[in-house]
Structure formats: C-alpha cells, structure tokens
C-alpha cells in the first residue's frame, strides 16, 4: 500500500511537490522561531550565570545589563574606583568584579577587568597565558577567530564601543595579545580582556598603582566627552559585576544601592525575564503567522486530495475489485495525506536549520547571539507530529467521502 | 460438489421496472459461459450482483457454495476476494503503478504469493512480457485488456468474469480476444463468464444466456 501511495505521489509530481512547500514554509517558520527563542533564552540566561547583580551609573537598568552583562548596548556612564573597594567591604557581598570600558578593536570591546572575570564564565586559556603586564591582553574566541588575531600580535584599539564607532586610535599605546580563550558560547567570546590599569592608562588616567610599569603617561589625544566609556579625569571604572554572599542580600544590597548611593544596581536575571517578555509579542505574532500559513497549506493539501480523488474514483473503485477494502482505500488516501504532511515537516525543519546555517555566516549579529544551526530538539519533534496530525486531518474528509462512494454505478460506467 | 456459479431466483430493479425478475443460472467448475444481450439488457447489472457490489431484491448468488447476495459487505468482499476476478471494458489497471507493480498488487490484495518469475511468465504467455515495466498509459488498447486479463488471473480466481471484451474491435481482433480467454481460462482451471453485447462471440461458446432486457 505505501508504494501505491508513493506511486500516485509521484503521479502527481507537480502538485505533491506544490502542497509539500506549501506546508513546509509555515513549519520553517515555526522551527526558526522556536530556536530563536529558545537559543537567544539560552544564551541570555548562561551570560547571567553568576551575575547575582549589576552596579553601575545611574540610568536604565536594561542599558546597565546589556552594557556590562551582554556588552551589547552602551554603559550608562561611570562610576568612581572607591564604589569597588567599598561594595567589597560590604559584608553582603560575596565577590565584586571591575568593568573599565570605553575603546574597541575592530568592534571588539577591550574590558579592563581582573582575573576573576575568567572564573565566572569558566573561560580557559586556549593558548599563550594570562595578561600580566600593562598593555598585555586575553582575548576571546570568537574575536581570535575572526580578526585572526595571533599570539604576539599588536593591535591599537580606537575609541567607543563599536565598529561603527569612528573614535581615534591610540596608536601610542599598542595592546599585546598574550592568550587566547577557548570558546564558551558566553558574553566572554567577544571580549578583549586586559588589566583596568591597562584601560586607564589609554587614556591617561591617573591612578597609583605599583604594578603600573608605564605609568603617568601622556595622553595626547583629546577626546570628545562622550558619555560612555571612560575618559581622562579621576580613576573611574564603568561596572561592578557582583555575586552575593547569603540569600538575603538579594532583598537587602539592590534596595541599598539603589536609595542609598549615587549608583544603580540591576539584576541581571530581572532584566532579561523583562527583555524576553518584550519579545514575546512579537513571537506570538510571528507564530500566529505561521499558524495562519500552516492552515492554508492544510487547505491546500485537503483541496488537492478532494480533487484528486474525484478523478481517482475508477481507480479505487478497481482497487475494491482487486479486493481492496473500504479501510485500505480509507487508509491510502489518509496516508498520502500523511506522507505530503511528513515529507513538509522534514523540509520544513531541514529549511529553517539550513537558513540558520546560511545565516549565521551571512550576519556576524546571527552567531554573535548565539544562534547556531543542527540543534533539533523536543520542539521539533513536536512540530513534526503536529504537521502529521494536520495532514491526517487534511485527508480525513477526501478519505471518507471515497469510501463512502458506492462502487457498482462506477463499474457500470466502464 | 458446488457449483462454481449458482443463481437462483433472483430479481432486481433500480427503482423501476424489474431489470431481472427470478433469474436462474447455474456454471459447473470450470464452465464457460456468454452472457449475451442488447445495451442496458443488464448484463454489467447481473455482474454486480454475482461480484456482490449490489445486493438482489430477492433471490440468491453462491459462488463455489458461499452466498455473496447476503450478509455484510466485508463478508461479500471475503467471498469475492477468494473466488472471482473482473476484467471491465475501460476499468483495467491502477494509472499509477507498471504493468508488473499492478499485478503484484493484485496478487497481494488477493491474498496470493505471486513471484517476480510468476509475473513475468504470465505476461509472456499473453505477449505482452516487454511490457512489464511499462505505465498503463503506454500500452496500447489490446496490450491493456490483455494486462488486465493477467492482472484477473494473477489472482488465481475460480471465475474470470469479463465485461464487454470485444466491443471497440474488429472481427479479427475480436475472434482473437475470445479465443485467448478461452483459452486462458481453460489453461487456468478457471470457470469463464463473458458479459457481451456482441453477437459475434456467440459461436465461441457452448453455452449462452441470452438476457432480454425491459421492453421500452
Ligand atoms: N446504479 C444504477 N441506478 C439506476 N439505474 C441503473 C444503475 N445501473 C444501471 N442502471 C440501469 O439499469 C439498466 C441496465 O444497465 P446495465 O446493467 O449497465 O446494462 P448492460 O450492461 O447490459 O448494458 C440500464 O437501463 C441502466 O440505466
Ligand atoms: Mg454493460
């Protein structure tokens, strides 16, 4: 029987073909939706991981995550070195990490940070060592991958915070790569870390240091007082990654920070629950779409196999004389419904994840958020018998209104 | 022993005058038989009812001893299944499927073990072995009817029934088609009923029915 139903598959190529793409458009869809959402999700929640809490300058609490959590949008401003020593001392607080932003290279942001910044996304040097020493850098996997930045190489990081960003060069001041990471899938990838004494001295900051081996050099560069970042001036940093001592600190050190200081504090955690929740009226648009498609490539499949088995009628009726029951009949007509149905699923998925695949190297935003092709999961599987289950309901009625025909007025015809 | 085709009293309208009023015919096993009579006599009516498509309004059909004129349709398809195959005058092979992969059907659905030699044997013996793989759009009208023919006999039935096999044909052709049944059928084993307006065929034949049809 299922090589009948191939063989009347394959009779009718053109329109078989038509209602597989009908109905695989919408499942692609679907698929590219779900793993947007749930990859997009996944990477959200694995960059948060260990961030209990964000302080940074006052403004949007978004903006402070994104810009310090994500590195995707610009900070918020700065705030003055002594916050880091003081949230340190506070007894709430378990481990307090420096953010110091304000150049790029090649629209990879350069961290001024402290080692401890590897621990937290569980980075590990793939090559070379840790930075040491002013001017020296780590940096990320996926900026190693793309600049092709090797060990020993020198690089001038220009300021703000992203390609676009047309900032001057600090040519007087060249960074050493001295190690590169593995990959994580984290925030970490796309980051160029180095020492916060390293990001001042850019810009000729003044700080007292004794590590600082260059110290009080001279910035020539004037740069334009642009909000972000860091400019020259007293010892500023950008944000303090922070993780907490004991539960409690959760309800008490955000209150704090935010009443008691000049500072902002922002959970990581709370901001991406509130982003995704603003995108989630787009997805259930988007989806809603794809329902309305999945629906009209039903349609589509329910019309052709009407059609179909109207001028198919002799033949199933010499299929009944062949001894052929009425359920096998039943039973190939709602199979090839079926079959279009899977063969649509199939294409549908493979579609989306070969658009992922194509994506991901036509954009660098695509596999910057971490969005990568060949990961099929439960919602897949879903979807695919979920499609079944419409072309099953798609053949049903072209199904019984063939086995209810009545075969002698056919046969006396011919 | 049963007869192979046992008709007794059976009469049968559509709403209308009675087409058949007690109709009785009987077929040994392996008998041969020419259902003869004029367009909407209803000869292709009397095959329904022997292949229990239709039920009569009253009187009763045995094929090999088992009623099919009676019970459920799925009991009638059990009978039919085991005993009867049909060839028609348009209706002769699934359009989707080879020569070869509608027969193959047919013995499946027969319930009969039918190997690639078999099938390729039978289609030699009809002439029409080059054939095999050919679409059913391909074949030419004779090389058709005589693939539906093989498709009847793959099935192994006790009766072949043919509806109104010579009707497009000259007489040459004609004479031919009746001898090849006949000669079929009897190679076979199988009893013969051939259903014709075509008085030509009446000489081929020992034994004839003759069905007057409703006066106008
Ligand atoms: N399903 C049906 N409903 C009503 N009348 C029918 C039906 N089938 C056949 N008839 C009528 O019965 C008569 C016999 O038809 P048929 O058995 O096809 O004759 P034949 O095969 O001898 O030409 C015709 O008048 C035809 O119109
Ligand atoms: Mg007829």
Not at chain 1, 105 to 115: C, K, L, Q, Y
Not at chain 1, 254 to 264: F, K, W
Not at chain 1, 400 to 413: D, E, F, K, M, N
């Amino acid at each position: 029987m299922i090589r009948l139903v191939l063989a009347y598959l394959g009779e009718n190529r053109l329109t078989s073909a038509l209602n597989v793409i009908l109905l695989a458009i919408p499942v692609a869809m679907l698929v590219l939706l779900l793993q947007f959402a749930r990859q997009s999700e996944e990477r959200f929640l694995a960059g948060a991981e260990g961030i209990d809490l964000v302080v940074g300058a006052k403004g949007s609490p978004l903006q402070l995550v994104l810009s310090s959590v994500y590195h995707l949008d610009r900070p918020t401003g700065n705030i003055p070195l002594a916050e880091l020593e003081r949230l340190r001392s506070n007894p709430l607080v378990a481990s307090a990490i420096p953010l110091a932003l304000g150049d790029q290279f090649d629209g990879f942001r350069i961290v001024g940070t402290e080692a401890a910044l590897l621990e937290l996304y569980d980075a590990h040097l793939a090559r070379g060592r840790p930075y040491a020493r002013p001017f020296e850098a780590v940096i990320g996997a996926e900026v190693a991958r793309t600049t092709g930045a090797r060990i020993g190489q020198r690089f001038v990081g220009s300021h703000g915070l992203a390609a676009g960003d047309e900032g001057e060069g600090h040519e007087a001041t060249p960074f050493e790569v001295v190690g590169i990471l593995a990959p994580t899938g984290k925030p970490v990838d796309r980051l160029i870390l180095t020492s916060v004494e390293s990001v001042w001295d850019v810009h000729g900051i003044e700080h007292h240091d004794e590590e600082a081996g260059e110290g009080g050099h001279e910035d020539e560069h004037a740069h334009d007082e642009a909000k972000e970042g860091l400019h020259e001036g007293e010892a500023e940093i950008t944000a303090i990654l922070l993780s907490y001592r004991n539960p409690s600190a959760a309800v008490r050190l955000p209150s704090y920070i935010n009443r008691g200081t000049n500072l902002q504090a922002a959970s990581p955690a709370r901001e991406s629950t509130r982003l995704i929740l603003l995108f989630e009226p787009a997805i259930r648009a988007v989806g809603a779409f794809a329902l309305l498609l999945a629906i009209a490539g039903a349609l589509a499949i329910f019309i052709s196999l009407w059609s179909t088995m109207r001028s198919r009628q002799p033949d199933l009726a010499l299929l009944r004389v062949m001894g052929a029951s009425r359920g096998a009949i039943f039973r190939t007509v709602l199979l090839e419904g079926v079959m279009t149905a899977g063969l649509a699923a199939l294409a549908g998925i493979a579609l989306a994840h070969a658009m992922l695949w194509a994506a991901s190297r036509a954009w660098q935003g695509v596999s910057d958020a971490g969005i990568v092709a060949g990961r099929i999961g439960a919602g897949e599987g879903v979807l695919f018998l979920a499609t079944l289950a419409v072309g099953t309901l798609a053949a049903l009625l072209p199904a019984w209104g063939v086995t209810r025909s009545h075969l002698a007025p056919i046969l006396q015809r011919n | 022993m049963n007869a192979l085709l046992q008709i007794d009293e059976v009469s049968h309208d559509f709403g209308g005058p009675a087409l058949f009023h007690n109709f009785s015919m009987t077929l040994p096993m392996g008998g041969q038989c020419l259902l003869v009579g004029p367009s909407g006599s209803g000869k292709s009516t009397l095959i329904n009812l022997i292949c229990g498509f239709l039920k009569p309004r009253s009187g009763e059909i045995r094929i090999a001893g088992e009623a099919i004129s009676q019970g459920a349709e799925a009991a009638r398809d059990a009978v039919r299944k085991r005993h009867v195959a049909v060839v028609f005058q348009s209706l002769r092979l699934v359009s989707a499927l080879s020569v070869a992969g509608n027969l193959q059907l047919a013995a499946r659905l027969a319930g009969r073990a039918a190997s690639q030699t078999d099938i390729a044997l039978l289609l030699d013996e009809l002439g029409i072995g080059e054939k095999a793989n050919a679409r059913p759009h391909q074949l030419s009208q004779g090389q058709a009817q005589r693939a539906a023919v093989a498709r009847a006999l793959i099935a192994r039935p006790s009766l072949l029934i043919a509806d109104e096999p010579t009707s497009a044909l000259d007489d040459a052709n004609a004479a031919r088609v009746a001898d090849m049944l006949l000669r079929l059928a009897s190679d076979h084993g199988t009893g013969l009923l051939v259903a014709t307006h075509d008085v030509r065929l009446r000489p081929f034949f020992d034994k004839a029915i003759a069905l007057e049809g409703v006066p106008a």
